[in-house]
């Protein structure tokens, strides 16, 4: 189940966090496994789109969308230059070879240019000594289009302690001194947790599906909405016994006399194979744990000690409302991220909305 309106409370806790810088929604990787289009569609109040690819970004724009649209790893091959011009999308440019393509490019409309500065995080980006020179070639480019950008990711943002977010700063500071274009840097850490990266545009992803950038401790800010509800349904309950092993390589037992309940999702849904016992889960709002091995189309729980005995037919809860992302997601030593993309084709999506939501203008 996709919460609609719980997508577009995020994007307002962005809107006010970013305090005036513009909001470009990270929408990549099929918008973190929410669907690609129907989270452009809720969130078609941000200023822009980013995504990785041009299988992503044409088909936002033959939906419809006239937003600006990041491609934030740029092209990969001379020939996404062209689709660019031609699907007005904005590329970001980290690397020689990028620069040197759109030399050679002869294009009826120029591209809009995100110059990518590695500040740090030593992934994507051109060294702070080559930005100048870079930035000088391609403002001569008539490939290029006037109003370069210039941005940078942040490596440790989610770390509130770590220093590295200071020294980032600081060596994209130097790097694009006296340059002129508006500048690019928060990711939702960086939006959330350190103000001073809120400039120019801001680019969120993982807030607006609700899940927290810092993990499951205690958030600095407690408002956002889940807007993914993962959820299955009871199939079987059963007493074991004292003794008895459960599941695949028998590798939970039974302490007691017990009720064990079977919920049909498996990892074939993208439940986590490694989620392991004591993984928490709701059934009918109530915790629950999973115990043993997850299997493809299945998972045991113990439903020892709920307030309603678990019977066929309840509703079992993953992650969503009352259970976040996160917390499922440290025990299963991943983050909310992966959980969220690696929903499989199988699952039936749903669409929700607060019964007072206001729906929009269409497009
Ligand atoms: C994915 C990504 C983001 C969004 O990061 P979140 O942690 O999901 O907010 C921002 N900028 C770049 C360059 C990205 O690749």
């Known amino acids: 189940m996709i919460n609609v309106s719980a997508l577009q409370h995020n994007l307002a806790v962005a809107r006010a966090a970013a305090e005036g810088a513009r909001v470009m929604a990270v929408i990549k990787g099929n918008a973190y496994g929410h669907g690609l289009l129907r989270v452009a569609y809720a969130l078609r109040q941000a200023d822009a789109f980013a995504v990785t690819s041009v299988e992503e970004a044409i088909p936002l724009r033959e939906a419809g969308f006239a937003h600006p649209i990041l491609l934030l790893e740029g092209p990969y091959e001379p020939g996404e230059v062209h689709l660019a011009s031609r699907y007005r999308l904005d590329i970001a440019v980290h690397s020689e070879w990028q620069v040197s393509v759109l030399q050679g490019a002869r294009l009826s409309r120029p591209v809009n240019v995100w110059l990518k500065v590695d500040s740090g995080m030593h992934r994507l980006g051109l060294p702070p000594e080559q930005v100048r020179s870079a930035y000088t070639r391609m403002a001569s480019l008539s490939a290029v289009a006037p109003h370069i950008r210039l941005m940078t990711h942040l490596a440790r943002a989610d770390e509130l302690a770590a220093e590295t977010t200071c020294k980032q700063m600081a060596s994209f500071a130097e790097a694009v001194e006296g340059l002129r274009g508006e500048r690019s ?153 992966e959980l969220f993309c690696t929903v499989t084709q199988r699952v039936r999506f749903q669409e929700q909305r607060d019964p007072d939501g206001q729906d929009q203008e269409p497009l």
Do not use: K
Request: glycine fraction near 14%; aromatic fraction near 8%.
């Open 185 to 337: 840097i928060a990711n939702s850490a960086g939006l959330l947790g350190w103000p001073e990266t809120r400039t120019g545009w801001v680019r969120p992803g993982i807030m607006l599906y609700g899940a927290s950038p810092f993990g499951a401790g205690p958030p600095p800010h407690a408002r956002l909405r889940p807007a993914m509800s993962l959820t299955t349904r009871i199939n079987a309950v059963y007493e074991h016994r004292a003794g008895d092993a459960i599941g695949y390589g028998g590798a939970w037992i039974c302490p007691e006399n017990m009720p064990v309940a079977v919920a049909a999702i498996g990892y074939a849904d993208g439940y986590p194979r490694h989620a392991p016992s004591g993984t928490p889960v709701l059934v009918n709002g109530q915790r629950a744990r999973l115990i043993g091995r997850v299997s493809m189309d299945m998972i045991c729980l113990d439903v020892r000690g709920l307030q309603e005995p678990a019977e066929v037919g309840d509703l079992v809860t993953l992650w969503g409302p009352g259970l976040p992302a996160e917390e499922v997601a440290e025990h299963a030593g991943t983050i909310a991220y």
